[in-house]
């Protein structure tokens, strides 16, 4: 009986060894850990560095609160907050743009929230009648269409210079009031399927359109004239506004009383969108 016991006991151990030694191949496991999906991001920041005519000479001068460094905008960032312009007087800023950190179409909105008469003083009625009657109208003062404006791609030194007036690539210099659209706004295009404002490419004209590029930096000047505006575009240097002037003068001589004491407001929108998978976008401006 033992020897029964015994040979069962042999043939049950020899069994287990076999079906573990069927567990022993050659083997490999290789382990991929932490993958991840992070979102890209379309952040854009603006700055603005920004010149008017003294209020004493009349001379251009720095405008601390109207300049600002790279930033989201607040309700303190404004691009014009001037409270007693005269006839003759500028103003010039240099805006810069920077997407933060991929390729973006960018398009940007003026819109006149008020061009109002503002109350009516004596020498205003002389010139403005009507004022007595439409001095509380949000929108029949006289202030936008005595402001002429321009807008150019500039290289970030506050100065109309000859090759970025030579391009023909600029927006005015025109009065405020005759470049409202509808809503009393002005549709501008930075870059979009159909132009790039910056490297003054175009759809119509066989060239290939991008976007702007992630974290650099593209610069728009403004200038703004209560009066006449005219282009005196300057040869390329690197010296600012202050040295060598803007690149255009304001002659105020043909404004009137009409304009005094009215005020303009307006809101500035800039926005930026993806490019990546949507290459086909449009600005406001060319849409159909």
């Not at 251009?60 to 905008?73: E, F, H, Q, R, Y």
């Not at 506050?158 to 210099?173: C, D, F, I, M, R």
Request: a negative charge.
């Amino acid at each position: 009986m033992n020897k029964i016991l015994l040979s069962v006991l042999t043939i049950a151990t020899v069994g287990a060894i076999g079906v573990y030694a069927t567990q022993a191949y050659f083997s490999d496991t290789e382990t991929s850990t932490n993958n991840v999906f992070t979102a890209g991001s379309i952040d854009l920041k603006v700055s603005n560095d920004s010149y008017v005519s003294d209020q004493i000479t009349g001379a251009l001068v720095a405008s601390p609160n109207t300049s600002w460094i790279s930033a989201d905008l607040t309700t303190v960032n404004k691009f014009f907050d001037f409270t007693d312009i005269k006839p003759g007087d500028i103003g010039e800023d240099t805006i810069d743009l920077t997407v933060d950190n991929n390729d973006a179409w960018a398009c940007a909105e003026l819109t006149l929230t008020s061009n109002a008469d503002n109350g009516c003083s004596e020498p205003e009625l002389d010139d403005d009648p009507s004022c007595a009657t439409e001095s509380a109208e949000l929108m029949d003062g006289e202030l936008a269409q005595g402001i002429e404006f321009v807008w150019w791609a500039d290289d970030g030194d506050n100065v109309l210079e000859e090759n970025e007036e030579a391009s023909k690539y600029y927006l005015g210099p025109e009065t405020i009031a005759n470049l409202l659209g509808t809503d009393n706004t002005i549709q501008l295009t930075l870059a979009d399927k159909y132009l790039n404002f910056f490297d003054r490419t175009r759809l119509d004209q066989g060239d290939t359109v991008l976007p702007l590029k992630g974290l650099q930096t593209y610069y728009i000047g403004k200038g703004w004239c209560f009066g006449e505006m005219t282009l005196t575009p300057l040869p390329e240097d690197t010296t600012g506004p202050l040295v060598r002037g803007t690149g255009f003068t304001c002659n105020g001589v043909e404004v009137n009383n009409a304009a005094q004491t009215d005020t303009l407001t307006a809101d500035l929108k800039f926005t930026a969108i993806q490019s990546r998978n949507n290459m086909d976008y449009v600005c406001p401006e060319h849409e159909q």
